[in-house]
């Protein structure tokens, strides 16, 4: 069965950084677009970053733009998400999704992670 495996949270200073990985099995990783996610407490899960099938193109939410960088590596099934200049409204939970096409919302990912905890101290 699919699983991705989110790894590389933790407690980072503000103005830190972080790099999650999030490893793919199960399935044929290149033919999915993959995203970031990430939910904090009592807040709904919100849309972090996407990388279409190839690696191409990208998307980013406005409040991570110029500071995180999604990317893939398709012969090592996974994706990263370079994360700098963290600041502590980052910290939550990271989940990594997989998806047929690329998209924002949450409803459009099959395939979920079990989540990672990033934690920014100020």
């Known amino acids: 069965q699919v699983q991705l495996v989110e790894s590389g949270g933790g407690l980072v200073q503000a103005g830190g950084t972080l790099r999650l990985s999030c490893a793919a099995s199960g399935m044929t990783f290149s033919r999915y677009v993959m995203g970031w996610f990430r939910q904090a407490p009592g807040k709904e899960r919100e849309f972090v970053a996407a990388i279409t099938m190839s690696g191409i193109r990208t998307v980013y939410a406005d409040s991570v733009k110029g500071r995180f960088t999604i990317s893939r590596d398709n012969a090592k099934n996974t994706v990263y998400l370079q994360m700098n200049s963290l600041k502590p409204e980052d910290a939550a939970v990271y989940y990594c999704?997989?998806?047929?096409?690329?998209?924002?919302?949450?409803?459009?990912?099959?395939?979920w992670g079990q989540g990672t905890q990033v934690t920014v101290s100020s």
């Open positions: 999704a997989a998806a047929a096409f690329l998209g924002s919302r949450p409803t459009e990912y099959s395939y």
